[in-house]
């Protein structure tokens, strides 16, 4: 199926972007490299310099050598990077690149939109034995728009006169802020597009097909954001029509947070555009053990980016404390989308013998192990 497996495995090597970033980023990809040397997987992993390190000096946090290298190879791995709001970056950059309009963007925003990686997909499991299961059988998979909504990158702070009388102009609730000086507002674009909602509803329903799922929600906040959830809302409907054994229904973000935690086991597939699904992933990470758990794959039609869901956990860094697990089941994604399906199961399966024995676990599921010991234990289990 388009987006989730490569349907080319290879003979040789694979070539793999090694991006490891910032933070716990870098420690979550070593133990990575625990289980795939254990697999004996065939790769040549190429290092990729990225993150906050590469803001401060370059000015740019993915340099133009990494979109390069990444235009390359069969598949990337990625740990994390540390993002700041617009002026604490700038106050961060080296003195020679400040004053010269520089502006951040977050890297992994910035793959998502140059290689159309539009669908982000979070399988969250609750595997046997974890004491951090918000009930056991959970097993929901979130399909979240990659690309485009509020994520599109069209801001502005301070607001240009040319845009404020446009919208004067054009949108009558915009006469409430007729009034308020340009720099005392801000303007973010939520942009969703028919064709961006169909591909990642389809991509939805083909992978419920495909797995045999029962079930696929849709979450929008169509009765107050009319335009774009609206569409995003309109075309779920008319996709439907073309899965007839599945059933579906859909729900405001807001309810869903709700039902969620009340009933999981009425949820089988979620789709959302891109900030709900942000906001669902990190909601069902938690009752499956928190962000130590959640794994991630950002997937193009040519190239698919794997990772932790997590961030660069800067109050752990260093330490190699925190839990790998997010990050070795973000292999066994990478592993399953280039066809290497057995193993794959391996490594799941090696990882839920872990979790179940329960005696090599990181500080967050209660236990004293380092992040290195835990991808010992999984790769003794290959
Ligand atoms: N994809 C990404 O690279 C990504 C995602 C989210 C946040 N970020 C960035 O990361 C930085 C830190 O953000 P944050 O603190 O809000 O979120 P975070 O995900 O980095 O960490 C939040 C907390 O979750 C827990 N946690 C995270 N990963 C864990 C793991 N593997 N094992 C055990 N506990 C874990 C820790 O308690 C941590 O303090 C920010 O700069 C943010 O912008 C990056």
């Known amino acids: 199926m388009s987006g ?4 080319n495995k290879k003979e040789g090597k694979y070539r793999i972007a090694w991006l490891p970033g910032d933070g716990i980023g870098i420690e979550v990809l070593d133990a990575a490299q625990i289980v795939l040397d254990k697999l004996k997987f065939k790769a040549d992993y190429i290092h990729g310099d990225i993150g ?19 235009k390359n190879v069969d598949a990337a791995l990625f740990g994390a990077i540390t993002s700041k709001p617009v002026k604490a970056a700038e106050a961060e950059l080296t003195p020679e690149l400040k004053g010269k309009g520089l502006t951040y963007r977050s890297p992994i ?40 909504d509020l994520y599109s990158g069209v801001e502005f702070n301070p ?23 340009l720099d005392k507002y801000a303007i973010s674009c939520k942009i969703n597009t028919k064709k961006g909602s169909e591909r990642i509803i389809r991509a939805a329903f083909e992978f419920a097909k495909k797995f045999g799922r029962k ?16 569409l995003f809302l309109e075309t779920f409907k008319e996709i439907a029509k073309e899965y007839p054994g599945i059933t579906t229904d859909d729900a405001n973000i807001d309810a869903i947070c709700m039902w969620l935690l009340k009933n999981p086991f009425n ?19 938690q009752m499956v053990g928190g962000l130590g758990f959640g794994c991630s794959g950002n997937i193009g039609e ?9 961030g660069s956990a800067p109050k752990y860094a260093g330490q190699y404390k925190v839990n790998p697990i997010a990050t ?7 592993l399953d989308w280039l066809g290497e399906k057995e193993k794959g199961v391996a490594l799941e399966s090696a990882v839920a013998t872990v979790i179940a024995a329960g005696k090599v676990r990181t500080y967050d599921i209660g236990g004293d192990a380092k992040t290195l010991e835990l991808a010992e234990a999984i790769a003794a289990q290959l």
């Not at 390190?53 to 290298?69: M, N, Q, S, V």
């Not at 040519?302 to 997590?310: G, Q, R, S």
């Not at 070795?328 to 990478?334: E, S």
């Open 4 to 7: 989730i497996h490569n349907p």
């Open 52 to 70: 906050w390190e590469y803001w401060c000096k370059e000015g740019d946090a993915f340099p133009a050598r990494t979109i390069d290298l990444l």
């Open 109 to 148: 925003v910035r793959m998502r939109q140059l290689f159309d990686l539009y669908i982000c997909l979070r399988p969250l499991k609750a595997y046997p034995g974890n004491p951090l299961n918000f009930k056991e059988n959970i097993d929901l998979v979130v399909f979240r728009e990659n690309t485009e």
């Open 159 to 181: 607001v240009p006169r040319e845009l404020a009388d446009t919208l004067l102009k054009l949108a009558k609730p915009f006469g409430a802020f007729k009034d308020v000086p």
């Open 215 to 230: 079930k696929v929600t849709c979450i929008h906040k169509a009765n107050v954001v009319r335009a774009t959830d609206g």
């Open 267 to 285: 949820y089988d597939v979620l789709v959302a555009p891109n900030l709900y699904g942000d906001i669902i992933s990190d909601l069902c990470a």
């Open 302 to 310: 040519k190239l698919a980016v794997f990772e932790p869901t997590h």
């Open 328 to 334: 070795i089941l973000a292999v066994k994604m990478l």
